[in-house]
């Protein structure tokens, strides 16, 4: 049984930093795409930012480009996201998620097909 097991987040003040990180278990297969994703109150979940196992190459939202950095230990099948330059607007449970998918749009949320249980990361203003 695959698993995603989340840890960091938590409370920072905006213009601060915090990192997730993500560890997978349960499976063999070593291609696939991992990222986050978050969802803030009344809100939808939008995927944050995603890297493929296979090549490395990574997705990132519009309101997070320049401020996040998605990276990955395909050893510990590990991925981890840094988050700087926080603001107010980030607050939101943050989701690792995990697809088997590769291709056009592969850090979307119908392409994922295990998710964690969720980080609460809160941007004080």
């Known amino acids: 049984e695959v698993q995603l097991v989340e840890s960091g987040g938590g409370l920072v003040q905006a213009g601060g930093s915090l990192r997730l990180s993500c560890a997978a278990s349960g499976f063999t297969f070593d291609d696939y795409t991992i990222g986050w994703f978050r969802q803030a109150p009344g809100k939808e979940r939008e995927g944050v930012s995603c890297?493929?196992?296979?090549?490395?190459?990574?997705y990132y939202a519009d309101s997070v480009k320049g401020r996040f950095t998605i990276s990955s230990d395909n050893a510990k099948a590990t991925a981890y996201l840094q988050m700087d330059s926080l603001k107010p607007e980030d607050t939101a449970v943050y989701y690792c998620?995990?697809?088997?998918?590769?291709?056009?749009?592969?850090?979307?949320?119908?392409?994922?097909?295990?998710w964690g249980k969720g980080k609460l990361v809160t941007v004080s203003s």
């Open positions: 998620a995990l697809g088997w998918y590769h291709g056009p749009e592969a850090c979307g949320y119908h392409r994922m097909d295990y």
């Open positions: 890297i493929s196992s296979s090549d490395g190459s990574t």
